[in-house]
């Protein structure tokens, strides 16, 4: 799945208009995006855990992961961080390739209402 990951990357950097520049810190990627906000994309093939943040600055403002620590999600264990510190379900399942796209329309979303 890590050729998953690298072609999910490559897609989401090269066609997502708010990317500005990407980083490879070895243990995740962060993707700088316009207006001060990052994208940090963790993702484990061999665990299959995976965690994706929007943050700008030191705050985060969205995630979406696959932590067992909200077992009463309908897709446990994979949920959704809101920014306003709600936890709700995801539809995000461990595949970078279907992830990355539904995190990229959530972020475009975010930010058009900012």
Not at 63 to 69: C, E, K, T, V
Not at 92 to 111: K, N, Q, T
């Amino acid at each position: 799945m890590a050729a998953t990951l690298e072609g999910a990357l490559n897609h989401f950097i090269t066609t997502c208009p708010l990317v500005v520049s990407a980083h490879n810190l070895m243990t995740k990627w962060r993707i700088k995006l316009r207006g001060g906000y990052s994208l940090d994309i963790y993702f484990n093939a061999a665990s299959g855990k995976y965690s994706y943040t929007l943050s700008q600055g030191d705050s985060r403002i969205l995630g979406w992961d696959n932590a067992p620590h909200h077992p009463n999600q309908p897709n446990f264990p994979h949920h959704f961080h809101n920014a306003d510190g709600s936890i709700t379900p995801s539809t995000l399942d461990g595949d970078p390739e279907h992830d990355l796209e539904l995190v990229r329309a959530e972020i475009e979303r975010f930010l058009a209402e900012r």
